[in-house]
């Protein structure tokens, strides 16, 4: 059975989640600084509330936490503990609230860091930022039962296999509630899942596979290959994959962008008869995963 995700917002229920930026806040005397960030934080974990509420109502398997749900919680001039903002303890309680709420609607959370979070980067600091990151994000996946952080690889730097490499260190000395939840995903520029599987299986690292990344960006992998290549990666957990369509059509000059839903014919054959979470990356949000969920059951009465 395929659980469909849906990815960070809605497009017809009234569920944000908000962000600030560190501009404004610089504005503010730092206690003022606080009371702001518990009120944002204080709305994302409602939101996130209301979100679980809304995926159960619709029958949503998955739900994708935005990123910043803890708005600028890393920031080296803003950033703060929650423990140390007004009601610190009360926010998270909101939080753990919502991880009870998404295990008894079996809504299954996951994360997918900025694309400013690169643990290849040539660049220590870049590395040591991203980790400082990604340990917040931890943080906030150990209260709300979040077990996915999903990473691209980043960029090749003229050099892959270094870039590899040091995404290797990144990986192996990664604290432990981190590495346990930790994922790879190719990508459509750089990394194609034949140049991620090697790491992945070295290092116990499941691979989210995005079969529009691979097939705008193909390797020697047919798609049946790389398929049950990555599902051998997850070892505990039920495997996270990823669907897009094409804006323009597989013949238009930018096959990357994604389109408003999925077209049937883009959901791999060979992926049907799985268990697996399918996070469905659309412009459409809700609307696209029910309407993939209704194809979907199109085709298994049909069979």
């Known amino acids: 059975m ?9 497009i017809d229920a009234p569920i944000h989640f908000r962000r600030a930026t560190a501009t404004a806040l610089q504005r503010l005397g730092r206690a003022e600084q606080r009371r702001k960030l518990a009120e944002l934080c204080r709305h994302n974990a409602e939101a996130l509330r209301q979100a679980l509420e809304h ?11 935005n990123s910043q749900i803890l708005p600028l919680r890393t920031h080296p001039d803003v950033g703060y503990q929650v423990a140390d903002l007004p009601d610190g303890e009360e926010l ?19 994360f997918h860091p900025d694309q400013f979070v690169v643990l290849s980067s040539p660049d220590e600091g870049v590395r040591r930022r991203s980790l400082e990151e990604l340990v917040y994000q931890t943080e906030v996946a150990v209260w709300i039962g979040a077990d996915v952080i999903n990473l691209h ?26 590495r346990s939840r930790l994922t790879l995903e190719n990508d459509d520029r750089v990394y194609t899942p034949a140049d991620l599987l090697p790491l992945c299986r070295d290092t116990g690292t499941p691979l989210v596979y995005d079969v529009h990344h691979h097939r705008c960006l193909p390797d020697a992998l047919r798609v049946e290959e790389a398929t049950a290549a990555a ?11 990823h669907v897009s369509s094409p804006r323009e059509g597989w013949a238009g000059r930018h096959p990357q962008y994604h389109a408003d839903y999925i077209e049937d014919g883009d959901v791999p054959a060979c ?11 659309a412009k459409a949000k809700e609307r696209a995963v029910l309407r993939l969920r209704q194809d979907l059951d199109r085709f298994e009465r049909s069979t």
């Open 55 to 65: 995926c159960h109502g619709l029958g949503i398997g998955a739900f994708r936490v």
């Open 2 to 10: 395929i659980r469909l995700g849906l990815c960070c917002q809605f």
């Open 92 to 110: 998270q309680r909101a939080f753990l609230l919502c991880g009870q709420l998404a295990l008894a609607y079996a809504v299954r959370l996951s």
């Open 231 to 241: 599902l051998r990666t997850w070892a505990e957990r039920e495997p996270l994959f």
């Open 153 to 178: 690889a980043g960029g090749g730097y003229g050099d892959k296999a270094a870039a590899l490499a040091r995404l290797r260190t990144e990986l192996e000395r990664a604290p432990a509630e981190l």
């Open 271 to 281: 992926w049907r008869d799985l268990t697996l979470t399918l996070d469905v990356e």
